[in-house]
């Protein structure tokens, strides 16, 4: 019954959250929040019949190989789990489930932010305001870029990117959108976006892009060199999605060649680690990967967790499984 069975939780989640898990499992919980090392990981995955990790877990196929077989379900909290071998789990029977949905519209305003506040040079001008060089108000000072109107390039329209388009249409730009299909007909029409088969002639033609695709083995360094270099100069590229997703030296050349006119990054290719040829421009704005970070999502994600392991101990088929065919 579900509440023999053993859900270690890698880290610390909401109150509300480890309260419930406590109530209607045998909960082992992180008091420490520090990320688990590899060590702990294996031990954990010793024990626990349910494993609840995050993105800050490593789970590659050798640590799953090293599981107890009472290892059944690795339930994460949060959407990607490009952190998890997927594969590796299902081959051994263990199901893996995510935490998609919830997070969408935070993650959609995360990107809608990263957009603005990089175009409108939001956080350069809170700067001069904080070390009080604001000295008078001039037609030709801090002038940024105007938004609407403009093209924004989408790649991946999953729920988050449609989440970003329909902001998007509302706020004036007009968008395009890549993806392994376009979506359907009534939702290209509902979201005013324009489908390209062809990843780099889209990205040639845009003044705004927005990366919202996972990171798998295909999208590595999607952002490579060579693709940074086909942008236009005025460009400005947002990633809420995955730090994988761009080759960072390369964008750091292309910030220092002014190759590129803004960047917008709230996930890192070495989280937590960022490339020192990132800070410390002015038209570069980093976030420390907050796009599902407010209490109302972090709460639904871990009820979410909890949904999923439900449902699998009363037998059923958890509602957020990933299976190797969806990534
Ligand atoms: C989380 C995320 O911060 O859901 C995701 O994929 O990146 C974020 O929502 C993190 O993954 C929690 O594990």
Same mark, same amino acid.
């Given at each position: 019954?579900?509440?023999?069975?053993?859900?270690?939780?890698?880290?610390?989640?909401?109150?509300?959250?480890?309260?419930?898990?406590?109530?209607?499992?045998?909960?082992?919980?992180?008091?420490?929040?520090?990320?688990?090392?590899?060590?702990?990981?294996?031990?954990?995955?010793?024990?626990?019949?349910?494993?609840?990790?995050?993105?800050?877990?490593?789970?590659?196929?050798?640590?799953?190989?090293?599981?107890?077989?009472?290892?059944?379900?690795?339930?994460?909290?949060?959407?990607?789990?490009?952190?998890? $071998?997927?594969?590796?789990?299902?081959?051994?029977?263990?199901?893996?489930?995510?935490?998609?949905?919830?997070?969408?519209? $935070?993650?959609?305003?995360?990107?809608?932010?990263?957009?603005?506040?990089?175009?409108?040079?939001?956080?350069?001008?809170?700067?001069?305001?904080?070390?009080?060089?604001?000295?008078?108000?001039?037609?030709?000072?801090?002038?940024?870029?105007?938004?609407?109107?403009?093209?924004?390039?989408?790649?991946?329209?999953?729920?988050?990117?449609?989440?970003?388009?329909?902001?998007?249409?509302?706020?004036?730009?007009?968008?395009?959108?890549?993806?392994?299909?376009?979506?359907?007909?009534?939702?290209?029409?509902?979201?005013?976006?324009?489908?390209?088969?062809?990843?780099?002639?889209?990205?040639?033609?845009?003044?705004?892009?927005?990366?919202?695709?996972?990171?798998?083995?295909?999208?590595?360094?999607?952002?490579?060199?060579?693709?940074?270099?086909?942008?236009?100069?005025?460009?400005?590229?947002?990633?809420?999605?995955?730090?994988?997703?761009?080759?960072?030296?390369?964008?750091?050349?292309?910030?220092?060649?002014?190759?590129?006119?803004?960047?917008?990054?709230?996930?890192?290719?070495?989280?937590?680690?960022?490339?020192?040829?990132?800070?410390?421009?002015?038209?570069?704005?980093?976030?420390?990967?907050?796009?599902?970070?407010?209490?109302?999502?972090?709460?639904?994600?871990?009820?979410?967790?909890?949904?999923?392991?439900?449902?699998?101990?009363?037998?059923?088929?958890?509602?957020?499984?990933?299976?190797?065919?969806?990534?």
């Amino acid at each position: 019954s579900a509440s023999n069975l053993k859900v270690v939780l890698t880290r610390r989640l909401p109150d509300a959250v480890e309260t419930r898990m406590r109530e209607l499992f045998d909960a082992e919980l992180n008091l420490t929040d520090a990320p688990m090392d590899r060590a702990a990981l294996e031990s954990a995955m010793q024990r626990a019949d349910v494993l609840a990790p995050t993105i800050t877990d490593r789970i590659d196929a050798e640590l799953i190989a090293g599981a107890g077989e009472q290892l059944k379900m690795i339930a994460n909290f949060g959407a990607g789990v490009d952190h998890i $071998d997927v594969e590796a789990a299902v081959a051994r029977g263990i199901i893996v489930t995510n935490t998609p949905g919830v997070l969408t519209e $935070d993650t959609a305003d995360l990107a809608m932010t990263l957009i603005l506040a990089v175009s409108r040079r939001v956080v350069e001008g809170a700067q001069v305001m904080a070390e009080g060089r604001f000295t008078g108000w001039t037609p030709t000072w801090m002038n940024g870029r105007k938004l609407w109107g403009k093209r924004l390039g989408i790649v991946g329209m999953g729920r988050i990117g449609q989440a970003l388009a329909r902001r998007a249409r509302r706020s004036g730009f007009r968008s395009h959108y890549h993806n392994r299909k376009p979506v359907s007909a009534a939702i290209e029409a509902e979201l005013g976006a324009t489908y390209w088969d062809d990843l780099d002639q889209m990205l040639g033609r845009m003044d705004l892009i927005s990366l919202n695709c996972p990171a798998t083995k295909e999208t590595h360094h999607l952002m490579s060199a060579e693709r940074l270099a086909k942008l236009q100069p005025h460009v400005i590229l947002v990633n809420t999605a995955r730090g994988e997703l761009i080759d960072e030296a390369a964008l750091a050349d292309a910030v220092r060649e002014k190759a590129i006119a803004g960047v917008g990054l709230d996930v890192f290719e070495h989280e937590p680690k960022v490339h020192p040829g990132l800070v410390g421009h002015a038209n570069v704005v980093l976030l420390p990967h907050l796009g599902s970070a407010t209490l109302e999502t972090r709460r639904e994600m871990g009820e979410r967790v909890i949904q999923n392991i439900m449902t699998y101990a009363n037998g059923h088929r958890p509602p957020d499984r990933v299976i190797p065919a969806m990534l």
